[in-house]
């Protein structure tokens, strides 16, 4: 009875997993879900690129300042003989006249090393074959010869005033759609971006100035003054006459020539020096100039107005700031009665960080859903600052007004 029952089970089982294998196979294969029915997804942009460009204004320049302009010649004391001397129009220089050394019978002596003449310093007599002079004014009637050294004390005090130039920047933003506008066609979008533009502007002017020139006077002892410019030892060369006044010849038949000095002696040390202080404006003039480079960084919030499906009216303002970095330099120039132009350039840099506001007015139209382009009107702000420079030689400021600037932008548009 115990077989007959685990057979009983065993075929009840067997007849069991038959009847569940039937039924699975005679069920219908299991159906992929239809979404034909379901609306496609489509993305729509939200945000927006904008590259272009943003002319803007100059911004207002002020320049002031003082200086002070000096030959760096060495007149050196007013008195004291045989000394090395510069000036601004000439030299004077220790006496450098030799002459030939002989023995007790008047020949020539010789250097036995050598076998060259020996010359010797002639025996002091206060005058200097050594010197120059550039300009026939120099001269004096009564027979002296006026070296100058020079100098300008700038004491102008007068603000000049001009527009730095206007210029083209680059220009990159971008926006966020945040919706609807209080419920109507209008949208809103939130805005972050930046700018370049150059800074440039200059001024020259004549300037008041104090001028101060110290003379010295040195005597000609009689002689004829010679045509400046000049500068001394000189000497010619000419041909040899006979006592007919006819040229003597080289076997070779070229004519012989000799060399004959022709130096104007001076007295070598001044016989009177002079000081002479006046003031003008003709005679210094000045020019400052200003260089750089400004970035506005700005952020705020744009209105979108629409007319039609691809024109837009935007406006947009918010706060701004902006970094300048700027150079600047004078060039200062006096022109003195005698000599050169006497000039020098001093140059300063620095960089100023200031907050401002920025507003547009923009058309946009869109090409496609994607791309477009954009032209309107801006106008921002920032402050001023004052860029000073200090040198030995000018003591001036630069005051930099960027309160306010107007322009125009333009570009093009890139949905993502």
């Excluded at 050594?130 to 020079?150: E, I, R």
């Excluded at 705020?300 to 600047?328: D, E, I, M, N």
């Amino acid at each position: 009875m115990k077989h007959l029952r685990l057979v009983f089970v065993a075929l009840a089982t067997a007849a069991c997993l038959s009847r569940a294998q039937e039924e699975q196979q005679q069920r219908p294969p299991t159906e992929i879900p239809d979404f034909s029915n379901l609306d496609d997804y489509i993305y729509e942009p939200k945000s927006i690129l904008s590259f272009g460009f943003r002319r803007l204004s100059g911004p207002k320049l002020k320049f002031f300042g003082t200086g002070k302009l000096a030959t760096t010649e060495d007149p050196g004391p007013a008195a004291g003989r045989n000394l090395t001397r510069t000036y601004h129009d000439g030299s004077v220089s220790p006496d450098a006249r030799f002459a030939a050394r002989v023995d007790g019978n008047g020949n020539p002596v010789v250097d036995p090393d050598s076998g060259s003449q020996i010359f010797d310093p002639i025996a002091p007599d206060g005058r200097t074959n050594t010197w120059s002079f550039q300009k026939d004014t120099q001269v004096t009637a009564d027979g002296f010869v006026g070296f100058n050294t020079y100098s300008a004390e700038v004491i102008d005090s007068t603000v000049r005033s001009t527009d730095g130039k206007a210029n083209f920047g680059m220009e990159l933003a971008v926006s966020r759609d945040m919706g609807k506008l209080l419920g109507t066609r209008m949208t809103w979008q939130l805005i972050a971006g930046m700018s370049i533009n150059d800074l440039s502007g200059s001024k020259s002017d004549s300037v008041q100035a104090r001028l101060t020139a110290i003379t010295d006077l040195y005597s000609l002892d009689g002689q004829v003054a010679p045509t400046a410019p000049y500068s001394a030892p000189s000497s010619t060369t000419t041909s040899v006459l006979d006592s007919a006044g006819n040229a003597v010849l080289n076997d070779d038949g070229s004519a012989q020539n000799v060399t004959v000095d022709t130096t104007t002696l001076i007295t070598n040390q001044p016989s009177l020096r002079t000081s002479k202080t006046t003031t003008d404006t003709t005679s210094v003039n000045s020019r400052w100039k200003l260089s750089g480079a400004y970035y506005t960084f700005r952020a705020g919030a744009t209105v979108l107005v629409p007319f039609g499906s691809r024109l837009k009216a935007t406006f947009s303002a918010g706060p701004a700031l902006v970094y300048s970095g700027s150079t600047y330099t004078i060039t200062q120039t006096y022109t003195p009665e005698t000599g050169a132009e006497i000039t020098d350039t001093s140059t300063s840099s620095t960089s100023h960080l200031l907050p401002g506001y920025y507003a547009d007015a923009t058309l946009q139209f869109d090409l496609t859903e994607r791309t477009g382009f954009y032209a309107g009107a801006v106008v921002q702000g920032a402050g001023e600052y004052t860029h000073n420079l200090s040198t030995t030689a000018a003591q001036s400021s630069s005051k930099i007004d960027l309160a306010r600037q107007q322009g125009f932008r333009g570009g093009m548009t890139i949905r993502f």
